[in-house]
């Protein structure tokens, strides 16, 4: 069994989105522009009310899925097909934008800071039209394994130790798993060979690939790291706790054209996509 070693480590870049939400992106920058079909990567979190509390107003999503994981605070969302809601800390909305959607998320301000990411997912093309849909997973429904030596890992999707995720019936196949490990505890996980895979430390260090004897490459938090392809992902922690988000998934392997928003095959479906959100025929459904 072949462990993964580092390709790359990214350092998130400050950036702000929606309506002045400061947040640190890791992909769809001019460093990583994407890492197939992951195309945006974000974390936001902030103390200070002003750092996030503008939010997303209503905007438009087409031809991907997002992925967005609460550590802390409060979300309220809405969208165009009437759906409505709260994610909180330790929840997670898996939303399949599919042939278009419009939502909105707002931050509230609570008695703890704001913390969490999101994920942006490609569709194939297969499915950039089908039908947007949710799963909304609250905090207590996502299952966690403890393993003997005080790991814990939160299963979003995939399997870890024979145990399935709470999220089912994605066509990219994903893992994503977020996983707290003791100082000096190390972290093994099958991932088939051929995924795109990625580790996102924001807590403490860990050694990534390698084996017993060799170590692996040091990695400091906050860092985004790319692995190479193999059958396995390797990662030890540090003197102290670290926690971080495995991410993997299966690349398309398709043309693919971003713009704002949209995620589409060619220019001219996302030339379609503007047409019909300024016509009022975008929502499908």
Not at 42 to 55: L, R, T, V
Not at 144 to 163: F, K, L, M, Q
Not at 197 to 225: C, I, K, M, N, P
Request: proline content about 7%.
């Amino acid at each position: 069994m072949q462990t993964r070693d580092v390709q790359a480590i990214i350092t998130p870049s400050p950036t702000q989105d929606g309506a002045g939400v400061q947040l640190r992106r890791s992909i769809a920058t001019s460093t990583l522009d994407h890492l197939d079909p992951f195309f945006l990567f974000d974390h936001f979190g902030s103390e200070n009310p002003d750092d996030y509390i503008a939010g997303f107003p209503m905007h438009p999503h087409r031809g991907i899925e997002t992925i967005t994981y609460m550590l802390d605070g409060r979300v309220e969302h809405r969208d165009s097909l009437g759906n409505s809601g709260v994610i909180g800390a330790g929840d997670v909305q898996w939303m399949t934008a599919g042939s278009g959607i419009l939502h909105e998320e707002m931050p509230r301000v609570g008695p703890r800071r704001l913390d969490g990411f999101q994920v942006w997912v490609n569709l194939p093309a297969k499915l950039k039209m089908t039908r947007p849909r949710y799963q909304d997973i609250p905090s207590g429904r996502i299952p966690e394994v403890v393993r003997p030596d005080g790991a814990r890992i939160r299963i979003i999707a995939g399997t870890v130790d024979g145990r399935a995720g709470a999220v089912k019936d994605i066509f990219a196949d994903p893992t994503y798993l977020d996983i707290a490990l003791p100082g000096g505890c190390v972290f093994e996980q099958p991932v088939p060979r051929g995924h795109t895979a990625l580790l996102y430390l924001f807590q403490g260090e860990v050694s990534v690939g390698g084996s017993d004897a060799a170590g692996g490459r040091l990695v400091h938090a906050t860092r985004l790291v790319v692995l190479k392809d193999g059958d396995a992902i390797r990662a030890r922690a540090g003197g102290a706790s670290a926690r971080f988000l495995l991410l993997a998934a299966q690349p398309l392997n398709e043309p693919a054209v971003r713009w704002g928003p949209f995620v589409m095959n060619t220019r001219d479906e996302i030339n379609l996509a503007r047409r019909e959100l300024r016509d009022g025929t975008f929502i499908k459904s």
